[in-house]
């Protein structure tokens, strides 16, 4: 099973696949020790912000447990129709991490000895510019 996991840190934010089940049954909200996710990031904290499930639903943190759900949603989270007084019912994933979970958001709590610009060299280089 693979996970993306998107890192933020600050203004920048990093990808990564993860293979394993080591998240699987975690919640957003917890805090996840670096060395769980990969070595390399061994002294480094995270606390998991959000995610989506394989079909594109995200995961909301006020649904418990691992079941899609329907639920009224008002200007905020999830609606991007921001007039007074509209109230939309939507699809979300309860907060649980499970196998059917595609990408996991996390941010950084603690950082590690190492960057994370050293750990991704790869993400560092500036986007080339597309000449037509």
């Given at each position: 099973?693979?996970?993306?996991?998107?890192?933020?840190?600050g203004?920048?934010?990093?990808?990564?696949?993860?293979?394993?089940?080591?998240?699987?049954?975690?919640?957003?909200?917890?805090?996840?020790?670096?060395?769980?996710?990969?070595?390399?990031?061994?002294?480094?904290?995270?606390?998991i912000?959000?995610?989506?499930?394989?079909?594109?639903?995200?995961?909301?943190?006020?649904?418990?447990?691992?079941?899609?759900?329907?639920?009224?949603?008002?200007?905020?989270?999830?609606?991007?129709?921001?007039?007074?007084?509209?109230?939309?019912?939507?699809?979300?994933?309860?907060?649980?991490?499970?196998?059917?979970?595609?990408?996991?958001?996390?941010?950084?709590?603690?950082?590690?000895?190492?960057?994370l610009?050293?750990?991704?060299?790869?993400?560092?280089?500036?986007?080339?510019?597309?000449?037509?």
């Amino acid at each position: 099973m693979v996970f993306k996991l998107n890192i933020n840190q600050g203004e920048k934010a990093w990808k990564f696949e993860l293979e394993g089940e080591s998240l699987i049954g975690k919640k957003i909200g917890d805090k996840v020790d670096g060395k769980e996710i990969d070595a390399r990031f061994e002294d480094y904290e995270f606390e998991i912000t959000g995610g989506s499930d394989n079909a594109g639903f995200p995961l909301c943190k006020s649904v418990e447990g691992l079941a899609l759900k329907r639920v009224l949603l008002k200007k905020g989270w999830g609606m991007k129709d921001n007039k007074k007084g509209i109230r939309r019912r939507k699809t979300v994933r309860g907060n649980q991490i499970s196998s059917t979970t595609s990408q996991i958001n996390m941010k950084v709590i603690k950082e590690g000895t190492k960057k994370l610009q050293e750990l991704f060299p790869e993400q560092n280089q500036a986007k080339k510019e597309n000449k037509t």
